[in-house]
């Protein structure tokens, strides 16, 4: 057996344990089909750390992820912990990693699979083709910048700050990406109110010149919300300060159908991390009903950052084949649905090439009864 990489899995809170063990199951599979050996090493990340340990992100677990070749993360937050005022949140345990990994380049692909045009809330003529990838920038703006109050707590502040360095590291990445794809990049942000958007495009013309070929235009982040949805398929690649992407990548996942479709990666110069875009979603915990996809495809975006290209066409093209058969879980509003185990189990039976039993409405039913 070829000794591949370290994974470091950091299944977290909610539905994060349930579409991990899909994840892990898809990754296995493709072990199993051309006998590698990744090696994965289980970390506490979020509210089921703060509970062990007391703190969402423990050192044990930082330097587990400092050692892989990959971080694997299902997703964080519990309602135990959900007061925004709490001085310990899981939250803070992901922002953290992410800062500490230094993951400043978050790509989100957002597409609308053939089968799903029809039970989008969308018109199909407007999401039919939709097929873009969202940068956004991930330690960076907002998030990271100072912030606090005064001292008799009349004001609170956060201030959105960027250095020259943070937009052209992933403004570079997502060029790079745009010159594969339709060579177009859309860069999002408020730069008629803004003055750190305002630097983000005097720094992305700079750098646009090195890219010659990509046709480089501009929306304001309210305008780019609005333009998502009326006209999907007429973004390539959008490159976008952290808060923006956050907000526009959930918008996005209408297109698609179902937030539980999209997959994420985190690159840095040293690290790599692969989380859904979603988040613990703690109403559907516990219940087996998560749609998996999103941590499914994330998996297959590590072994894409592995250059293992053909092994990650195997687990698209099982998630296709489920989509092409209405094989859905029941955020997607199918007629039939398959659990979130169900559902991992037939991407793991089509990634090992074996026979696959699909429901009948019948037979759907009787489950129900
Ligand atoms: P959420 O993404 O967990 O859920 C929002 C809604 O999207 C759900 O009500 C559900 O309808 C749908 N949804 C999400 N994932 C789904 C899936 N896999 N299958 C089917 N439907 C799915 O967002 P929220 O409810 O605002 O946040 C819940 C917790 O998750 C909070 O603690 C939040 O901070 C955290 N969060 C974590 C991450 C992360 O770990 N990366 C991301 C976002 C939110
Ligand atoms: C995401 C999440 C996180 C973010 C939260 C949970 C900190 O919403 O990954 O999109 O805001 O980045
Ligand atoms: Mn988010």
Request: charged letters at 20%; a negative charge; aromatic letters at 8%.
């Given at each position: 057996m070829k000794k591949l990489k370290k994974i470091a899995v950091l299944a977290g809170d909610g539905i994060g344990t349930e579409v991990m063990a899909q994840g892990i199951k898809a990754l296995r599979a493709i072990e199993e089909k051309y006998q590698y050996n990744f090696t994965l090493e289980e970390g506490l990340m979020g509210g089921i750390a703060i509970d062990k340990t007391g703190n969402p992100l423990p050192q044990e677990t930082l330097d587990l992820a400092m050692a892989a070749d990959a971080v694997l993360l299902g997703a964080i937050g519990t309602p135990k912990y959900a007061d925004p005022t709490l001085k310990v949140r899981p939250e803070q345990g992901l922002l953290g990693l992410r800062k500490a990994l230094g993951l400043y380049a978050n790509i989100r692909p957002i597409?609308?699979?053939?089968?799903?045009?029809?039970?989008?809330?969308?018109?199909?003529?407007?999401?039919?083709?939709?097929?873009?990838?969202?940068?956004?920038?991930?330690?960076?703006?907002?998030?990271?910048?100072?912030?606090?109050?005064?001292?008799?707590?009349?004001?609170?502040?956060d201030t959105m700050t960027y250095h020259r360095h943070e937009i052209e590291r992933i403004a570079h990445e997502a060029f790079k990406t745009a010159m594969?794809?339709?060579?177009?990049?859309?860069?999002?942000?408020?730069?008629?109110?803004?003055?750190?958007?305002?630097?983000?495009?005097?720094?992305?013309?700079?750098?646009?010149?090195?890219?010659?070929?990509?046709?480089?235009?501009?929306?304001?982040?309210?305008?780019?919300?609005?333009?998502?949805?009326?006209?999907?398929?007429?973004?390539?690649?959008?490159?976008?300060?952290?808060?923006?992407?956050?907000?526009?990548?959930?918008?996005?996942?209408?297109?698609?159908?179902?937030?539980?479709?999209?997959?994420?990666?985190?690159?840095?110069?040293?690290?790599?991390?692969?989380?859904?875009?979603?988040?613990?979603?703690?109403?559907?915990?516990?219940?087996?009903?998560?749609?998996?996809?999103?941590?499914?495809?994330?998996?297959?975006?590590?072994?894409d950052h592995f250059g293992l290209h053909r092994e990650a066409r195997d687990i698209d093209h099982a998630i296709d084949t489920c989509m092409a058969k209405s094989i859905m879980t029941s955020d997607l509003g199918p007629e039939v649905s398959y659990s979130c185990s169900q559902f991992g189990d037939i991407v793991e039976a089509l990634i090992l090439g074996e026979e696959i039993k699909i429901k009948s409405l019948e037979q759907a039913n009787a489950s129900i009864i």
């Open positions: 597409k609308a699979y053939d089968k799903l045009v029809g039970l989008s809330p969308i018109k199909n003529d407007r999401i039919q083709g939709a097929d873009f990838i969202i940068y956004r920038e991930l330690i960076g703006g907002v998030y990271f910048g100072e912030s606090g109050r005064n001292k008799d707590n009349t004001m609170a502040y594969h794809r339709k060579r177009q990049l859309c860069l999002v942000d408020k730069a008629n109110v803004l003055e750190s958007s305002r630097f983000w495009r005097e720094t992305v013309d700079i750098i646009a010149r090195q890219y010659p070929k990509v046709k480089l235009s501009y929306l304001y982040i309210d305008n780019a919300t609005m333009q998502m949805i009326l006209n999907p398929t007429g973004f390539d690649v959008i490159l976008t300060a952290n808060l923006f992407g956050d907000i526009l990548s959930d918008e996005a996942s209408v297109i698609g159908g179902s937030l539980g479709l999209l997959p994420s990666a985190s690159i840095g110069d040293q690290h790599c991390l692969f989380e859904p875009v979603h988040g613990s979603f703690p109403e559907g915990a516990g219940k087996d009903i998560a749609n998996p996809t999103a941590m499914i495809l994330s998996v297959a975006m590590m072994l």
